[in-house]
């Protein structure tokens, strides 16, 4: 089975027209998004040209027949885009959304008109027929992407982008709305915040896959020492990151029976993301840090959260979907000094290598090795990480509002220095305090995910628009929205 986050991105097509404007239009349109489509590696489905006039929809009897054919097509399409290289048929494309019954994001572009090309037989009016279509959106109760302009030529480089943006934010609600998250051991008993409701997020979709960690840790302790896969994960270990020389082969072999148990795990039940029992039970009875398991996993775009999180796990997963690129599970830690925008976000060792931004140092946990003896904490993902621009979000269940929420915001890492061991980011967000305050004052807990880059308008329109989340963003003014004046 491939898993949504390594699926071909594919779109279904329509080309919406009037058929009083001049058809001439509609055949380039067509070629010009499918050409679009190609470029950037994504699938397209629609119907032949020749099956409708014009290759177009625009009567009742198209939207019929182009539904029934994404219908057929349902378990592919990930989201629909609707060209109108003319004023449209409003009624045709609104009942071929419904007919369809696909519940895909719905991405509308509509043409420019040339200053030169407006009389009778030339015009296009799309920028009119958009807003008629949107009406009929509304009426009909579809969601819909806007494009970056409201009206943009199909070839151009900014609808090219609109595209792409549009099929990460497709393959974000097609993962959310269907994810499998294993829950591997039970909650840490000191960690009362991992609490979660698993029925709110089977109603929000989301289905959780459990299993004790004793079978877990009896899975890896089977695996036999000339089992290929044995050695081919150590040799991915050991060429991970750099290896202190006090690390024995023994360790690294324990570390690599528990990785490939868990990979096979994840693999056999299907999950997308993961959340495990990370101390101390595994370090007690097995004799190793699951940290850079996690970290692997989370390279390969499956992430894996720390402490049976398995909100912080679909948090990283949504980031994920967003991104196309690693994210990593932290706490919110330390402050900076005196500086009021700046703070330390950590975890013990289990950041993705690419997250981090450089080649890490796999040794022992440090605050847990301490107490329990070093030798039993193999596996922990050391580093800084890098300066850039990051994007963070935390969803979490609401038992007492019988709802699940979430908070975003964009941040960026920055270069300085903090002199504390295991996985070290130091961010700089803006307005932290408030953000803070809305943390403590909303029951959220104090893990939070983050990826590398920019992309938190996709995972917004993913919560607001598709999923119907509640969300605060943190950097992003909300959308405009009517003003009721009380008459009195």
Known sequence: MTLTIRRKITLGVVIGSRAFFSPAPCREARDQVLAQLEAL?????TLPFEATANGAVQSLADADLYAAHFRAHADQIDGLVICLPNFGDE?????????????VPVLLQASNDS?????VHSRRDAFCGKISVTNNFWQYGIPFTETTSHTCDVDSAEFGADLERFGRLCRTVRGLRGARIGAIGARTGAFQTMRYSEKLLQAAGITVVTVDLSEMMGAAAAIPADDPDLAAKMARIKAYGTIPAHITEEQITKQ???TLAVNRWIDETGCDASAIQCWRSLQDNFGCATCVTMSMMGEELMPSACEVDVMGAISMYALALASGAPPAILDWNNNYADVPDLCVCTHCGNFPRSFIGDT???SELDVLGEAIGRSKCFGAVKGKVKPGPMTYFRLSSDDRAGRVKCYLGEGEFTDDPFAMDGGIAVCRVPRLRELMRFVTQNGFEHHVAMVRGHHAGIVNEAVVRYLGWPIYDHDTPPEPQLYLRNPF
């Open 256 to 258: 690599a029976r528990w």
């Open 115 to 119: 200053l030169d090309k407006v009389d």
């Open 91 to 103: 009624i045709a494309v609104a009942e071929l959304v419904q007919r369809a019954g696909l519940k």
């Open 41 to 45: 590696g994504y699938g397209a489905i």
């Open 360 to 362: 890490p140092e796999i």
